[in-house]
């Protein structure tokens, strides 16, 4: 299983980013995709959720602002990030699981700016 994000990068507050993840080697459209975050010093925690039905579910922090989305054709998971603030700032991970293992791709960087 391998699962790839991008899209981060450097964005002013109230600006926007679209983060990408493409997964290979699980059978996408049956599983959930997870997004998660790590800010600077902080643990690690859960941001948004999309099922393989299209359910979506999101942090408190961040609902209303980002919109978690799927493409199972092109096997891509989506976080749509607006309204974005400095406390968003942080390394963005996409996340899977597999007969009860956890998968989870390389981060990609988010950095908001005052």
């Known amino acids: 299983v391998q699962l790839q994000a991008s899209g981060g990068g450097l964005v002013q507050a109230g600006g926007s980013l679209r983060l990408s993840c493409k997964a290979s080697?699980?059978?996408?459209?049956?599983?959930?995709m997870n997004w998660y975050r790590q800010p600077p010093g902080k643990s690690r925690e859960w941001v948004a959720g999309?099922?393989?039905?299209?359910?979506?579910n999101y942090a408190d922090t961040v609902k209303g602002r980002f919109t978690v989305s799927r493409d199972n054709v092109r096997r891509m998971a989506y976080l749509q990030m607006d309204r974005l603030n400095t406390e968003d700032t942080a390394v963005y991970f996409c996340?899977?699981?597999?007969?009860?293992?956890?998968?989870w791709g390389r981060g990609t960087q988010v950095t908001v700016s005052s």
């Open positions: 080697g699980i059978n996408f459209s049956i599983n959930t």
């Open positions: 996340q899977t699981q597999r007969s009860g293992t956890d998968f």
């Open positions: 999309i099922t393989s039905g299209g359910s979506t």
